[in-house]
């Protein structure tokens, strides 16, 4: 399997479209990380039942983040999206969260072409403050049962901050493959 950081385009993020890999399905209880380096998907952990994920979660391509991963990505779509899915996805805004005491952000979108929710979600209010909550809930906890503390939500921010992390992860990958 190829390296997705140098085959596949961040996408048209200026004007708030990227591509993006998953990682984790919406429902899952299992960790997996995608390995630039083997170029595949490895199972880092499982975690504990009471912590799934609400969301899908993955990366965008050609981005690394201030922890030196990927950029992160939460897409939302009423459906789990599969480990290794690529896809076109609508920014919508940005979680900022520390863990481990470094800062790792994660972008907020909805897949691009959904038809049944996500033309109708602009903004993280058309997701709604229940929604916010949980992932609030879910990140400040997930990490509870083995390194409690360890975690830090740090708030929400709209569209314009979302591009901004992006143009700067997008720099610190060219700084860093050259």
Known sequence: MADYNKQLATGDWQNGLVNAVIDI????????????????????????SIYPKPVNYGFIPGT?????????I????????QTGIYLQAKV????NFEDDGEMDYKIVAVVADDRDSGDSI???DDLGKRWMEKIE???AHYKDLK?????????????????????ESIDRYNNTSK
């Open 92 to 95: 919508i805004g940005v979680f």
């Open 122 to 124: 602009n903004s993280l």
């Open 64 to 72: 690394l983040d201030e922890d030196n991963d990927e950029l992160d």
């Open 74 to 81: 939460l897409v939302y779509c009423r459906e789990p999206i």
């Open 147 to 167: 390194k409690p503390g360890s975690t830090k939500v740090l708030g929400w921010g709209g569209i314009d901050e979302a591009k901004k992390v992006i143009k």
């Open 25 to 48: 399905p919406m429902g899952s209880t299992l960790k997996v990380e995608y390995d630039r380096e083997r170029g595949l998907f490895v199972l880092d952990r499982v975690e504990p």
């Open 137 to 139: 809930q879910h990140f």
